[in-house]
Structure formats: structure tokens, C-alpha cells
């Protein structure tokens, strides 16, 4: 069964949401996992409907319960099923760093939350052709310091920094090469199966040509999950 991750960002008022929510219901989930992140506010909306819920990020300090966070028994009091962590967004505006990225995923694996981690090269790396090595390292840094039976509850969303937000189409071949060469990374050096999703600029006109990336196991999508009918139709071609 494929992924398709639904990352809302900061997106929507309470209303609209409650409006998308309800309107959600009616998507065909076509034997997808649909993966629900809305902003952590409006997560109680989503707590008894069909699908598996995520949040955008947990808490550092697990034990701490610090203003402004959002703690991990107050995320499973909600049936949060999945965690994306590393993400670009937080790596860039929040600086956070890989002990950090660590720490957060150590702390949601101890409270069987899944994690779907985020890892991608930046435009300055891709030019100076470090993007392997980049991505070697944000695998490795994490991986190395997990066990592997919890390898499972781990998702890795490639997401190249400069196809985030933007209307670039990536190149299909590249990332298809990117993705091989990430799952053989894995497969080589700590024996297990790690699904692999792809993220940037995901929409319904270009999602037929990424489908052709035959060892992908699915997408996560931004802007073009706010429109329920874009994802509808990115739905229908992933089935």
C-alpha cells in the first residue's frame, strides 16, 4: 500500500478546516494510507475520522512540558499515529540541528509514534555535487543511533530543499536515481526495508510521470493538498 502524506502547514482558519475535514470525508481513500498533518491546533478535529493522523513535530524536551510545546501524552491522547520530523522548514527557520532531529525521534519511537523523516539537499549542495554525501549523512546520523527493529515504524520523505513551495517539476530521472540510491543505502549497510516517499511540487498534472518511479512508495504533498479536488485527482492516478 502506497503513502500519500497530506501536509497542511500553517494553512486555513478553524472554519475552513472544519469545512475540509467534512468535505474529506467523502475522498475515495483508494486503498491508499492517507496520512492527515494539519497545524497542531486543529488536530482534535481529525481524532475519531478514517484515516491515520500525524502531527508536524513533537517536543524536544519530552518531560519537561515547557510553554508553547506540545507534549507527547497529550499527542497519543489524540490517536497520533505518525510524527513528521526534520523537516525543512524547522531545519532552515528554526535551525534545528541532527541531535535535535535525534533526540525527537528517539522520544516519539520510545512512545510508538512513527516517524516520517524528512531529508533533502539544498540547491547550493546539488551545484556542488555533495547531494549523495548530504543525504548519506542525514541517513546515517539517525539510523546509526536507532535499532533496527524500530526501523519499521520509519518512513524517509526525500524532499530536494529547492522543489519545496516552489513550481518546479524535479527531474524524474534524477530523483528516481536519488531514491535507488537511497534505498540501496539503506539495504547495505543495515540490512533492512525502509519505505521511501518523494516530496516537491506535487500536483495532479505532473503525479502520472512520478508514478513511473517504480521502486517509490509514495508522496507527500503541501499546497496541493488544500484543494480537495487536486487531491482527489493525485489520489485516483496513485490507484
Known amino acids: 500500500m502506497k503513502h500519500l502524506i497530506c501536509n497542511l502547514k500553517a494553512n ?17 481513500k483508494n486503498n491508499l494510507n492517507l496520512i492527515i498533518a494539519p497545524t497542531n491546533i486543529y488536530l482534535p478535529l481529525f481524532k475519531n475520522e478514517s484515516l491515520n493522523l500525524c502531527c508536524q513535530d513533537i517536543a524536544l524536551n519530552e518531560n519537561l512540558n515547557l510553554t508553547g510545546d506540545i507534549s507527547i501524552e497529550q499527542l497519543l491522547s489524540l490517536d497520533i499515529k505518525y510524527t513528521l520530523i526534520g523537516h525543512y522548514d524547522r531545519r532552515k527557520y528554526y535551525h534545528e540541528t541532527e541531535e535535535d532531529i535525534l533526540k525527537k525521534i528517539k522520544n516519539a519511537l520510545k512512545h510508538n509514534i512513527k516517524i516520517i523523516y524528512c ?8 551545484d556542488r555535487k555533495v547531494e549523495y554525501l548530504t543525504l548519506e549523512k542525514q541517513i546515517a546520523r539517525i539510523l546509526n543511533n536507532i535499532p533496527i527493529e524500530k526501523h519499521q515504524d520509519i518512513i524517509i520523505a526525500y524532499e530536494p530543499a529547492y522543489l519545496i513551495g516552489s513550481n518546479i517539476t524535479g527531474d524524474i530521472k534524477k530523483i528516481a536515481t536519488t531514491i535507488t540510491f537511497i534505498k540501496n543505502l539503506i539495504t547495505n549497510y543495515y540490512g533492512t526495508h525502509i519505505d521511501v516517499v518523494f516530496g516537491g511540487n506535487i500536483n495532479p498534472d505532473n503525479i ?24 482527489q485527482k493525485i489520489m485516483e492516478y496513485m490507484t
Open 12 to 28: 486555513k482558519t478553524y472554519y475552513e478546516m472544519l469545512i475540509y475535514r467534512d468535505n474529506l470525508r467523502n475522498i475515495n
Open 119 to 126: 531529508i533533502g539537499e539544498t540547491k547550493e549542495e546539488l
Open 208 to 231: 502520472k510521470d512520478f508514478m513511473n518511479i517504480k521502486n517509490l512508495d509514495g508522496f507527500i504533498i503541501g499546497s496541493s493538498c488544500l484543494d480537495l479536488a487536486n487531491l
